[in-house]
């Protein structure tokens, strides 16, 4: 397996702040790295995938960036219903996985 | 509109064995991947693995592999997971996805409901 890890485990933020949460490869992935944000009793949401681009539907606020072994996710002017948790993957392996999530309270 | 539905909560021994259906609709079935995600209760997301709904081709996790067997019923597009030797720290909820095969990275752009399984005696 393709170990992730996330970095922070959880932060603390404001609405109107900037956000940035990194993810680093134990080996290069190329840009196989895709984001998911999950709320509290929902299922996981595609955010970004392709290192840097952003899923349909997906406020432009999102962006993403990096390739290799470290990748950024950033949410730029932090709303109120983007508290939540934030994962990583992995698709290059044919043995896909996840950051461990990061979590975005305020 | 594209759907993945899965089948309901389950309660299951220590030992027994369950298997979770997954039935996708608004899309043609075969030109994807079915993966499979569990989530144990306050935790993160685990892949567990992957079946190619055209060609019935299988990946599974290192951690899963030898307990869990993944199949389809194309002719209802439906996959299914069976999970067999059930733990107490197999209670998670079990989520299928789907991601295109020819797709540029695998990313799971449609997800099921969730079924909460859980081992308990």
């Known amino acids: 397996d393709i170990q992730l890890t996330q970095s922070p485990s959880s932060l603390s933020a404001s609405v109107g702040d900037r956000v940035t949460i990194t993810c680093r490869a134990r080996?290069?992935?190329?840009?196989?790295l895709n984001w998911y944000q999950q709320k509290p009793g929902q299922v996981p949401k595609l955010l970004i995938y392709?290192?840097?681009s952003l899923q349909s539907g997906v406020p432009s606020r999102f962006s993403g960036s990096g390739s290799g072994t470290d990748f950024t996710l950033t949410i730029n002017s932090l709303q109120p219903e983007d508290f939540a948790t934030y994962y990583c993957?992995?698709?290059?392996?044919?043995?896909?996985?996840f950051g461990q999530g990061t979590k975005v309270e305020i | 509109q594209v759907r993945l539905v899965q089948s309901g909560a389950e309660v299951q021994k220590p030992g027994a064995s369950v298997k979770v259906s997954c039935k996708a609709s608004?899309?043609?079935?075969?030109?994807?991947?079915i993966h499979w995600v569990r989530q144990a209760p306050g935790q993160g997301l685990e892949w567990m693995g992957r079946?190619?709904?055209?060609?019935?081709?299988?990946n599974y996790g290192l951690k899963f592999h030898g307990r869990v067997t993944l199949t389809l019923d194309t002719s209802i597009s439906t996959a299914y997971m069976d999970l067999s030797g059930l733990k107490s720290d197999d209670t998670a909820v079990y989520y299928c996805?789907?991601?295109?095969?020819?797709?540029?990275?695998?990313?799971?752009?449609?997800w099921g409901q969730g079924t909460l399984v859980t081992v308990s005696s």
């Open positions: 993957q992995q698709t290059y392996s044919l043995m896909s996985s």
């Open positions: 080996q290069s992935i190329n840009s196989y």
């Open positions: 392709g290192a840097s």
């Open positions: 996805a789907r991601a295109k095969v020819y797709q540029s990275y695998g990313q799971f752009d449609y």
């Open positions: 079946i190619n709904a055209n060609s019935g081709g299988t």
């Open positions: 608004g899309d043609t079935f075969s030109d994807y991947y």
